[in-house]
């Protein structure tokens, strides 16, 4: 059964910073470029990176270019999300998403982030 289970959301103050994970499994991670997308309320998900399947080229959306920092581990089956220097207008419930070079995609459930005073 494949799943991807994101963690580490939660409520943080603007400035400061979380660590988001997804933990896959189900299938051959390797094989999965991976990413991660964002959905705030009455707004279209986002795109916010991605990674290739080796961790070799990331891509960054233009809002959190310089302060989000996307990785992953092949032997952990698991992609990270690093937010920094975090601004209200970051408030979302962010996902991953797996996606084979075949076309075959998975989404996780998300895990919700609020940045607040």
């Known amino acids: 059964q494949v799943q991807l289970v994101e963690s580490g959301g939660g409520v943080v103050q603007p400035g400061g910073s979380l660590r988001l994970s997804c933990a896959a499994s189900?299938?051959?991670?390797?094989?999965?470029?991976m990413s991660w997308y964002r959905q705030a309320p009455g707004k279209e998900r986002e795109l916010v990176a991605d990674?290739?399947?080796?961790?070799?080229?990331?891509n960054y959306g233009t809002s959190v270019k310089g302060r989000f920092t996307i990785s992953r581990d092949n032997a952990k089956n698991t992609v990270y999300l690093q937010m920094n220097s975090l601004k209200p207008e970051d408030t979302a419930v962010y996902l991953c998403?797996?996606?084979?070079?075949?076309?075959?995609?998975?989404w996780g459930q998300g895990t919700q982030v609020t940045v607040s005073s």
């Open positions: 189900g299938f051959t991670f390797s094989s999965y470029a």
């Open positions: 998403k797996a996606r084979s070079i075949v076309g075959s995609v998975y």
């Open positions: 990674i290739t399947r080796d961790g070799g080229v990331t």
